[in-house]
């Protein structure tokens, strides 16, 4: 598998991007303090005024400019370190939690896990949108901008909501593959020679997990961002909505935010729908390149599940068409030389 991915161009491109993206959004954030500058009004060399705040795309401004005279594309610098940071944090939360959980349960006896999937199933037919809305409209929706709770309370809130809500499905989908695994030969036989659950975890079932877990890691980290997407468009951003006498804003300028918070600019009839637009195309990519990036890891997972042939030795092979050969095939057969053993 890792010889597949690195003779893989496309692999290397998605990841390339990828990782630029979250690079240049740290290196705004440790050289310039995370600022974004701001333009009102702007001017001619000459002082003449020439035109006020959202500005269009120019060779200063590469993607304009919203209402608040903010530069759009330091917003989307700034703001991709946030998106990309969410989905991940949520991702590895929901896979380790999962496992936790998953693991014991998968050795249990197959009555236990059938009454935990009755149990769990009920929980997958409900829309996560739906319920992520209903808990996190009333706590996240501030009407007075001086009574916001700290960053850090709003963030760890939200974050554990949306690592429970994935819970459900996560762990029954690693029941399922790990008591597959289980099944197999080879398990059987290392618990018919004793051993411990333990062991047969670090040693066989979590060696064929981690391709798994990898494809699983994407798969969450988009289903994460459509998710943050979706309730920015009831106007649920993340880290907190502040509701003020002109319309709702979010409190941090991230990529999802953006998209629910510049939402209503997609019906203008002018240029200034441009500021729906640049989150549009933003996260349209990055759903597309981590697709993309998924199914090139699939693809190299499936060509390690490919059986190799077996190369004989010339001695065994011989040995194996006298064998065949044989009018008597209990006639032994005599050996010469050293044989590779099975």
């Given at each position: 598998m890792r010889r597949t991915l690195m003779r893989d161009p496309i692999f290397w491109l998605c990841l390339v991007l990828l990782a630029g993206l979250l690079l240049l959004s740290f290196?705004?954030?440790?050289?310039?303090?995370?600022?974004?500058?701001?333009i009102s009004n702007w001017y001619a060399e000459d002082g003449t005024f020439l035109a006020t705040s959202p500005l269009k795309p120019s060779s200063d401004q590469w993607l304009g400019t919203?209402?608040?005279?903010?530069?759009?594309?330091?917003?989307?610098?700034?703001?991709?370190?946030?998106?990309?940071?969410?989905?991940?944090?949520?991702?590895?939360?929901?896979?380790?939690?999962?496992?936790?959980?998953?693991?014991?349960?998968?050795?249990?006896?197959?009555?236990?896990?059938?009454?935990l999937k009755l149990i769990l199933d009920g929980f997958l037919v409900l829309p996560l949108s739906l319920v992520a809305l209903l808990i996190l409209l009333p706590s996240l929706t501030f009407f007075d901008s001086t009574a916001i709770p700290p960053l850090f309370d709003r963030v760890s809130f939200e974050l554990i909501v949306l690592i429970l809500l994935g819970l459900p499905s996560l762990s029954l989908y690693l029941i399922a593959e790990t008591r597959q695994l289980l099944s197999q030969e080879f398990m059987i036989v290392a618990q018919t020679l004793g051993g411990s659950p333990w062991h047969r975890f670090r040693r066989h079932i979590w060696p064929h997990l981690i391709p798994t877990l990898t494809i699983v890691f994407m798969q969450q980290f988009i289903q994460t961002l459509m998710l943050l997407v979706h309730l920015s468009l009831f106007k649920i951003f993340f880290a907190g909505t502040v509701?003020?006498?002109?319309?709702t804003a979010p409190t941090i300028f991230e990529w999802s935010s953006m998209f629910g918070y510049y939402f209503n600019q997609f019906s203008a009839t002018s240029w200034l729908n441009h500021m729906f637009l640049v989150p549009l195309i933003?996260?349209?990519?990055?759903?597309?390149?981590s697709n993309l990036f998924m199914s090139r890891l699939e693809r190299a997972f499936r060509f390690r599940q490919q059986l190799k042939p077996i190369k004989l030795s010339v001695s065994r092979a011989q040995d194996e068409a006298a064998a065949t050969s044989m009018v008597d095939p209990f006639t032994l057969v005599a050996r010469n030389s050293r044989h590779d053993s099975d």
């Amino acid at each position: 598998m890792r010889r597949t991915l690195m003779r893989d161009p496309i692999f290397w491109l998605c990841l390339v991007l990828l990782a630029g993206l979250l690079l240049l959004s740290f290196g705004n954030t440790i050289f310039r303090d995370g600022q974004v500058d701001q333009i009102s009004n702007w001017y001619a060399e000459d002082g003449t005024f020439l035109a006020t705040s959202p500005l269009k795309p120019s060779s200063d401004q590469w993607l304009g400019t919203d209402r608040s005279g903010n530069d759009l594309f330091q917003l989307m610098i700034e703001g991709f370190k946030w998106t990309a940071g969410i989905c991940m944090i949520v991702a590895l939360g929901r896979m380790f939690l999962s496992l936790v959980i998953a693991i014991p349960l998968a050795f249990r006896s197959a009555r236990v896990n059938r009454y935990l999937k009755l149990i769990l199933d009920g929980f997958l037919v409900l829309p996560l949108s739906l319920v992520a809305l209903l808990i996190l409209l009333p706590s996240l929706t501030f009407f007075d901008s001086t009574a916001i709770p700290p960053l850090f309370d709003r963030v760890s809130f939200e974050l554990i909501v949306l690592i429970l809500l994935g819970l459900p499905s996560l762990s029954l989908y690693l029941i399922a593959e790990t008591r597959q695994l289980l099944s197999q030969e080879f398990m059987i036989v290392a618990q018919t020679l004793g051993g411990s659950p333990w062991h047969r975890f670090r040693r066989h079932i979590w060696p064929h997990l981690i391709p798994t877990l990898t494809i699983v890691f994407m798969q969450q980290f988009i289903q994460t961002l459509m998710l943050l997407v979706h309730l920015s468009l009831f106007k649920i951003f993340f880290a907190g909505t502040v509701n003020l006498h002109v319309g709702t804003a979010p409190t941090i300028f991230e990529w999802s935010s953006m998209f629910g918070y510049y939402f209503n600019q997609f019906s203008a009839t002018s240029w200034l729908n441009h500021m729906f637009l640049v989150p549009l195309i933003g996260l349209a990519l990055v759903v597309f390149f981590s697709n993309l990036f998924m199914s090139r890891l699939e693809r190299a997972f499936r060509f390690r599940q490919q059986l190799k042939p077996i190369k004989l030795s010339v001695s065994r092979a011989q040995d194996e068409a006298a064998a065949t050969s044989m009018v008597d095939p209990f006639t032994l057969v005599a050996r010469n030389s050293r044989h590779d053993s099975d």
